[in-house]
Structures are given as structure tokens and as C-alpha cells.
């Protein structure tokens, strides 16, 4: 029974198009994140939910839109894909811990690929 | 400038060698986590650690945290060709009111082979 699961785990699309990411977590956790992996394995944050509120919010182009309808769900809306933005993208869930951070449980990644 | 930078960034050794992967910041952390990634799945904690000067083992695996928490590395004894992976240190930064974001390193690729 996967923890962190994020679908799909690979995206092959054209430059201008729109497409989603979905993340579900079972672990009972209220933080939940989305990270970006470059070509050369860099992570870097995007995004963090916690309880459904927005809480981090890096400087990413407003393209990308997240959305979480509940604690265990958190989504990626990209419009007008760009060739840089071909990345692998992490969902990862935590408890939450304040000024400190927990254990991040990440999923499998979903890899875009942007013709 | 990147706020954590490891070293080396690739490490290609031979099974039952040694090798040490540092992670160097100018910051002081409260805590610093390890992370190991393997080719097509998301990273996995391996291990945290707290205290300045802290030393942690994990089978053949040891942890160190700087004695002024700005620094850490990981030492692996005896490499199999099962630790192939990219490590990944971490940190907690403060980012607004109560929240924090893990900050990732730049990552060492290791290759062990036969």
C-alpha cells in the first residue's frame, strides 16, 4: 500500500499545453509539499500545504497553480508548459513541526517531458 | 550560491572501498537530515541529526554533525554495490510565521561497482 502516490509518473507533452499532477498521501499527515528535481538532481521546493492552507510558496511562475481539496490530496496545474519546465516533480507529505521539519515521505516522482 | 553544498559531486569506486560525502553550509541548523535516492523513486530519509558533534551509525553507514551544526558528513564503510544511489543532505530554514522548508543540497552521486 504506497504512502505518497502521484500519478502519472510520466508526461510527454507538447510546449503551450496545460496538463495536472495528482498526489494522495495515507499516512495521516497535514503537510504536503511539491518539489522540483532538475536535470542535474537539484531539489528545490515549490510549494507546501498545511491543512489544506497554503503555507509556502517559492518564486515559481503563477502557471503553476496547486490545489488541495483535502489534507490528503494535493495537486500541480501547469498552463502553457515550457521546455524548462521539463523536471522530475516530487510530492512529499510530513507532520507538521513547526519551526523545525520532519521526515519527508516522498512519492515516486512524475517525469515531464515538454516537446 | 547554493545554501548547502556537498561534496564530491560524483563518487565512482570500487565494492569494499571507503569514501566520505561531506554537506557545507555558512548557516547553523538546528538539524540536518540525510537522504538517499535511487534511480526512478523519491528520496528516503536515512537519517537526522541534532546535536552539534553528534555521531550516528546506520550499519556501515556513520553520520557526523559539525561540533557549530553548520556542517555534516557520511562516511560509508566497505561500499556494496546496494549504496549506488544520490545522497542528499538537508535542512530546515526558517521561512515565515511558524513554517519551515527543507532545504536540499547539491546532492553526490555514487557509483559502486563489482
Known amino acids: 500500500d504506497t504512502a505518497v502516490s502521484q500519478t502519472p509518473k510520466y508526461l510527454v507533452t507538447q510546449m503551450g499545453n496545460d496538463k495536472s499532477i495528482k498526489c494522495e498521501q495515507n499516512l495521516g499527515h497535514d503537510t504536503m509539499y511539491w518539489y522540483k528535481q532538475d536535470s542535474k538532481k537539484f531539489l528545490k521546493i515549490m510549494f507546501s500545504?498545511?491543512?489544506?492552507?497554503?503555507?509556502i510558496n517559492e518564486t515559481v511562475p503563477n502557471r503553476f497553480s496547486p490545489k488541495s481539496p483535502d489534507k490528503a490530496h494535493l495537486n500541480l496545474h501547469i498552463n502553457s508548459l515550457e521546455l524548462g519546465d521539463s523536471a522530475v516533480y516530487f510530492c512529499?507529505?510530513?507532520?507538521?513541526?513547526?519551526?523545525?521539519?520532519?521526515?519527508?515521505?516522498f512519492g515516486e516522482g512524475s517525469r515531464l517531458t515538454v516537446l | 550560491t547554493q545554501l548547502l553544498e556537498q561534496s564530491p559531486q560524483f563518487l565512482s569506486i570500487q565494492e569494499g572501498e571507503n569514501l566520505t560525502v561531506y554537506c557545507n553550509s555558512s548557516s547553523v541548523f538546528s538539524s540536518l537530515q540525510w537522504y538517499r535516492q535511487e534511480p526512478g523513486e523519491g528520496p528516503v530519509l536515512l537519517v537526522t541529526v541534532v546535536t552539534g558533534g553528534e555521531v550516528k551509525k546506520l550499519k556501515r553507514l556513520t553520520f557526523q554533525f559539525g561540533d557549530a551544526r553548520k556542517d555534516s558528513s557520511l562516511h560509508i564503510t566497505a561500499a556494496q554495490p546496494g549504496d549506488t544511489g544520490l545522497y542528499l543532505c538537508a535542512a530546515a530554514q526558517h521561512y515565515t510565521g511558524t513554517a519551515s522548508k527543507l532545504t536540499f543540497g547539491t546532492g553526490t552521486r555514487l557509483q559502486v561497482t563489482l
Open positions: 512529499a507529505s510530513s507532520r507538521w513541526q513547526g519551526r523545525g521539519t520532519g521526515e519527508l515521505f
Open positions: 500545504y498545511n491543512n489544506k492552507e497554503l503555507i
